[in-house]
């Protein structure tokens, strides 16, 4: 098990930026693929981008690619969202989270552990 805790959210405007940070404990770290989900209020958590163990490869959801950019240091127990041209509709609870797996993975039943959230909000 590996804990996460998030942090960076904030209020932002739209075209503004945020950097999400993910810190984990744990030995097993650079052993986890990690994620970034989102859930905005009435709707189901979603995927917004991965990173392999390694952070050799990475992947993002469509409604964030050449936005978001996915990020790790496994020597700092650590992952980054860095969002850029925020858009009202990014506005969610942000969530990292840590699977075992070792493959691309983009669903929220892949992931272990989760961190406890931190929130985005994109004003108009």
């Known amino acids: 098990q590996v804990q996460l805790v998030e942090s960076g959210g904030g209020l932002v405007q739209a075209g503004g930026s945020l950097r999400l940070s993910c810190a984990a404990s744990?030995?097993?770290?650079?052993?986890?693929?990690m994620g970034w989900f989102r859930q905005a209020p009435g709707k189901e958590r979603e995927f917004v981008a991965t990173?392999?163990?390694?952070?050799?490869?990475?992947y993002y959801a469509d409604s964030v690619k050449g936005r978001f950019t996915i990020s790790r240091d496994n020597a700092k127990n650590t992952v980054y969202l860095q969002m850029i041209s925020l858009k009202p509709e990014d506005t969610a609870v942000y969530y990292c989270?840590?699977?075992?797996?070792?493959?691309?993975?983009?669903?929220?039943?892949?992931?272990?552990?989760w961190g406890q959230g931190t929130q985005v909000t994109v004003s108009s």
């Open positions: 744990g030995r097993t770290f650079g052993s986890y693929q």
């Open positions: 990173i392999s163990y390694n952070g050799g490869n990475t």
């Open positions: 989270a840590a699977s075992s797996q070792f493959a691309r993975v983009v669903n929220v039943y892949d992931y272990d552990d």
